[in-house]
């Protein structure tokens, strides 16, 4: 097996972050160069540039924080973001669990990505994460990050660092952490990135790559800004990497490409809408891995301004989850994975619906199951559920209100309530009846199955589904409440396809020169998502390979100057 010191990775390296700050010739972008906006240029190449610098990142979440970094640290190069929300950025990464991958053998975890990928996920791609990867705790203590490897992952109470332990090379997986949350970790670094002076742009969008039509070389991007409807030309000399998210709050997209629908579950990042897609395919780029997603299972409400879900949890177990039939059709006792429960709504029903037959799910539960507290996050985003309780999603207090942040659950479930987003009934049928028509379930289902239900409660035992019988408690006690489970969680994971450099490939499996591709939008675990930790750790490996690689090359136009 290949020997890999978990220091290797400093030699050779840019100018340490200290020496560059102090020279202060990196920091931010350049401005154009007036002296050249009257120079010919060819047609597909803006008469003049409004912006300059080395390598351009597109999209600030924390793949792009990476990317960034590296570029400046390492490559010695000049960098500039560009942002779509309005301020702060951050993306799912400062707003999730914040746990992240390391491995402490390169060919156990090889094995074990191409292992429950099925073959799917390229080998050299696999051994080129695990290979960088491999260096995470490392890069954490480079830039005084205080990072801890756990035991488990929240999700699995602390019992699992891995989604599939059985494969093969899965104990070569661990999962770390910074703190409580993402938020933490990302405020850290996102002070280093500020610290070291390198620019962020924010109320960037519309991006459009600009490619030579010979070379088919990515020279820059146009982008608009705020409500300014002049594309302002970027110069990206050396390269542009795309760190732009997934498309979950895209439902055109959601619906075309991912296995189920409607998946309208996704609780994070508002503004992630999936502008890279179109922008790829302008220049060519191949899409890979567009039907694979990481979630679970939240509610979505149609009448909150907001797309994001909620993550809600009834007070009490006085509840039962049933279908759009009306049936029961798991132990409510089981919370879903939170990364892989979305699996288990893909049931297609062609006999009656035509449609996936758990999409939604209602949970309906009697008065206990408000009373108890509030159902969902409230301000500061804390939320408990069987297995852990931390502070993830938009009601983090630092998100501001621009940037979709929502003020919190109250405390006692009455504003829902009587907003309608929690259904109200004095019966089962008043219940079912505020249920939207094309998503109601079938009112005698509905009774036969809370009927059954609580038979069983009396009996101690569930001979359906097996409900842990500590958990069995009638639901009796109106008012009666219902709300909506959709599938979705953290993010979608489709985007370009990939080499080990990070460089974008076109549908001909050639490289894209100059175009890069890190984090969630193009993420290379294929078949299924098996890497506890896995969504930040693809924007820590794949944000340093591609500006590694990108800093690295000469300057497109230096034959020219």
């Not at 005084?144 to 660092?161: E, H, M, R, Y």
């Not at 500061?380 to 852990?388: D, L």
């Not at 829902?416 to 028509?437: M, N, S, Y």
């Not at 450099?501 to 890069?516: F, G």
């Amino acid at each position: 097996m290949t020997e890999y010191s978990r220091r290797d990775f400093l030699k050779g390296a840019g100018v340490a972050a200290a020496g560059a700050v102090a020279a202060g010739t990196l920091a931010g972008c350049a401005s154009a160069d007036t002296s050249k906006k009257d120079a010919p240029a060819a047609d597909w190449m803006p008469a003049a540039w409004d912006y300059e610098t080395d390598v351009l990142v597109i999209g600030y979440g924390g793949a792009g924080l990476w990317a960034a970094l590296t570029a400046f640290d390492e490559g010695e190069s000049e960098v500039l973001v560009l942002e779509k929300a309005p301020t702060r950025g951050g993306g799912n990464s400062s707003i999730n669990m914040g746990e992240f991958t390391w491995v402490d053998d390169v060919e156990k975890a090889t094995k074990y990505i191409t292992g429950f990928s099925l073959g799917w996920t390229p080998e050299d791609l696999a051994r080129a994460w695990a290979e960088e990867c491999y260096n995470n705790l490392d890069y954490c203590d480079h830039w005084g990050v205080d990072a801890q490897i756990k035991k488990g992952t929240n999700a699995s109470a602390g019992n699992l660092s891995v989604e599939y332990p059985y494969v093969e090379g899965a104990e070569a997986m661990h999962v770390c952490s910074v703190g409580d949350n993402g938020n933490g970790f990302w405020q850290q670094l996102d002070k280093v990135r500020a610290d070291l002076g390198i620019e962020v742009m924010f109320s960037c969008h519309d991006e459009e790559l600009i490619q030579n039509p010979e070379t088919k070389e990515i020279v820059g991007a146009y982008t608009l800004i705020g409500d300014d409807k002049t594309p302002k030309a970027i110069k990206a000399r050396k390269g542009v990497i795309l760190t732009l998210g997934g498309f979950e709050f895209n439902e055109d997209m959601k619906q075309q490409y991912l296995r189920c629908y409607p998946m309208r579950g996704f609780y994070g990042w508002p503004f992630n809408t999936g502008d890279g897609i179109p922008m790829i395919t302008k220049v060519n780029a191949q899409l890979w891995n567009m039907n694979n997603t990481i979630g679970n299972a939240n509610t979505w409400i149609k009448e909150f301004e907001q797309p994001y879900a909620f993550m809600l949890t009834p007070r009490s177990n006085n509840y039962i989850m049933v279908d759009r039939l009306g049936n029961r059709w798991r132990a409510e006792s089981n919370f879903f994975n939170p990364h892989l429960g979305w699996h288990e709504f893909t049931k297609f029903n062609d006999a009656e619906l035509c449609d996936f037959e758990r999409i939604p799910t209602w949970v309906i539960m009697d008065k206990t199951g408000v009373e108890g507290g509030p159902l969902g996050q409230m301000k500061g985003g804390v939320m408990s559920n069987p297995a852990f309780s931390t502070s993830i999603g938009m009601m983090l207090e630092d998100v501001p209100p621009e940037c979709g942040a929502f003020e919190g659950w109250s405390e006692d479930n009455s504003v829902e309530i009587e907003k309608g987003w929690i259904k109200k009934g004095d019966t089962i049928e008043e219940l079912v009846a505020q249920i939207d028509e094309v998503d109601r379930p079938k009112i005698e289902n509905v009774k036969a199955a809370i009927e059954a239900y609580n038979q069983y409660c009396a009996a101690g035992a569930d001979p359906d589904f097996d409900r842990d019988p500590a958990t069995l408690a009638p639901v009796l006690e109106p008012p009666f409440y219902a709300y909506p489970l959709y599938p979705g969680g953290c993010t979608t994971l489709g985007g370009p396809k990939k080499n080990v450099n990070a460089q974008v490939l076109d549908t001909e499996d050639e490289v894209i020169p100059r175009l890069y591709a890190a984090g969630s939008f193009g993420n290379f675990q294929r078949h299924t998502y098996g890497i506890s930790g896995g969504g930040n750790a693809e924007n820590m490996v794949w944000g340093r390979i591609a500006a590694r690689h990108a800093a690295a090359l000469e300057p497109w136009d230096q034959a020219s100057a």
